[in-house]
């Protein structure tokens, strides 16, 4: 069969995969993520050698268009209102749980056994959150309170928050082992100021523009078009995209007059290309090397798991009752490319930790997607 021929029927499939998964989703009250990745590993397993690792290529472009948009929806949820009445608790959910995570992570790993730079490197990835799979569950449950609110704001701020902590780790990291530790704060201050100077460009150049339309135009293609010149400015200049799309979306939602039909567009996009990030996913997954590092990958699992509930319980200022703050860690659970990205970069300062890192984290990452949205979804329903 033709290759062009092969890969539009087969992207057709994976879009015609939600005629099968949404009412699934709907009787057995599931979240369509955990259904679409576990759809993609079976496609991935039944194909075999015949995709020749072309999902792999796939998801990486599919990924960063989908967390773009993401990031930017993210970013418009964070309007006045919502930070005057949601900053503060956010924030100091954010803090509880990246910290308690890190720490919870790190000591219990090297109890265990690990050399104290792994489990550290460790730590930092178990803090990073999927707002991808979040993002979805909370819109497939159509739920809206101060649970869900909240949720979307720690995502928002999550990835600022484990860039923070994962290059202070590895300047800390370089320190103990005498090598240049510049390198990682520098990196930090440019990814972050520079992600925020970006966004913010952006944002004002889109708001510019929607303030020019009249009720005949539609600028719906050149907001996509500044979308995505933000995320590719972003890989260009080595700042987080996902930063400068949740700033971007968070200068237009408070600065644009007319926004509403604007974002409408928007989430219309963002629908199919969640399918293929989730399909995608799934069917890139390769575990070979697990079964060499299974013990480390159950540590790593169990102690990220119960960091994520402790430390969410011990929050302040969350305003939440015992069944959502009992819930609150679990529902943070979904975790994807943030994490493997860190620990991509993490095994170039420690090429000794790099099979270790890359086995534990590729794998761990597919069971969260896994089981996280399941969270997810048990977190939101049991907060009404």
Request: charged share 10%.
């Amino acid at each position: 069969m033709d290759k062009q021929a092969g890969w539009l029927m087969l992207i057709g499939g994976f879009f015609l995969i939600t005629l099968l998964i949404s009412p699934l989703a709907r009787r057995f009250n599931i979240p369509r993520a955990s259904l679409f990745i576990l759809s993609g590993m079976l496609v991935g397993q039944l194909a075999g050698d015949s995709l020749n690792g072309h999902t792999t290529l796939w998801f990486d472009s599919i990924s960063s268009v989908t967390l773009l948009i993401v990031g930017y929806l993210l970013g418009t949820k964070l309007t006045l209102d919502y930070l005057q009445q949601y900053a503060r608790s956010v924030t100091l959910i954010t803090l509880s749980v990246t910290l308690g995570t890190f720490f919870i992570v790190t000591l219990g790993l090297y109890w265990l056994g690990l050399p104290f730079s792994m489990a550290a490197i460790f730590a930092v990835l178990a803090a990073a959150t999927d707002p991808a799979a979040t993002y979805d569950v909370i819109r497939q449950t159509g739920i809206d309170n101060r649970f869900t609110r909240l949720l979307q704001g720690i995502v928002a701020l999550d990835d600022a928050a484990g860039l923070i902590l994962f290059s202070l780790v590895m300047a800390g990291l370089s320190l103990m082992g005498q090598n240049d530790t510049g390198s990682p704060l520098l990196t930090l201050l440019w990814e972050l100021g520079g992600a925020v100077t970006l966004g913010a460009v952006m944002g004002l150049v889109l708001v510019y523009l929607l303030g020019m339309k009249d009720d005949r135009d539609n600028v719906f293609v050149e907001s996509l078009g500044l979308i995505f010149l933000c995320g590719g400015l972003a890989f260009y200049l080595h700042v987080s995209f996902l930063m400068s799309a949740m700033v971007m979306g968070m200068v237009v939602v408070n600065r644009a007059r007319e926004s509403q039909e604007h974002l409408h567009d928007i989430e219309f996009v963002e629908q199919p290309l969640l399918v293929l990030f989730f399909i995608l996913a799934g069917a890139s997954a390769t575990l070979d090397q697990v079964w060499l590092v299974v013990d480390i990958l159950l540590a790593y699992v169990l102690l990220r798991i119960a960091s994520r509930v402790i430390a969410a319980w011990i929050a302040p200022n969350t305003e939440l009752s015992h069944v959502q703050r009992s819930w609150l860690g679990l529902s943070l659970l979904p975790q994807a490319g943030v994490a493997l990205g860190m620990a991509l970069l993490a095994s170039q300062y420690f090429p000794e930790h790099q099979d270790v890192l890359i086995t534990v984290t590729v794998a761990a990452t597919i069971l969260f997607e896994l089981i996280g949205p399941l969270f997810t979804y048990q977190g939101i329903k049991r907060s009404q």
